[in-house]
């Protein structure tokens, strides 16, 4: 079973970029990975992704034009570019991955905190 790890959450002030990191324990054979995250208190929800084979990418409304999903074949890992932070996107980041367009995502990290303050 593939193993996913997050890094490079942190404390940012508004207006500032993180980078975060999703990789794999091993060789990916899935369809797509995806970020989600969870405010504190709410439930987790869907923030982008992106196909492994040909790159196709999505998001959320609330983050598109800010966050930007890429990912690197080589090393089995996907990132997660944030610009233009602001508190509203504080929460908890998770990755996972789906084996196909009509399976749900599996196989979750531990998640790595994202905290912007005012």
């Known amino acids: 079973q593939v193993q996913l790890e997050e890094s490079g959450g942190g404390l940012v002030q508004a207006g500032g970029s993180l980078r975060l990191s999703c990789a794999a324990s091993?060789?990916?054979?899935?369809?797509?990975l995806g970020w989600f995250r969870q405010p504190p208190g709410k439930e987790r929800e869907f923030v982008a992704a992106?196909?492994?084979?040909?790159?196709?990418?999505s998001y959320a409304d609330s983050v598109k034009g800010r966050f930007s999903i890429s990912k690197d074949n080589a090393k089995n890992t996907i990132y997660l570019q944030m610009n233009s932070l602001k508190p509203e996107d504080t929460a908890v980041y998770y990755c996972a991955a789906r084996s196909s367009e009509y399976s749900d995502y599996a196989g979750w990290g531990q998640g790595t905190q994202v905290t912007v303050s005012e």
């Open positions: 992106i196909t492994w084979l040909f790159g196709i990418k």
């Open positions: 091993r060789a990916l054979v899935r369809y797509a």
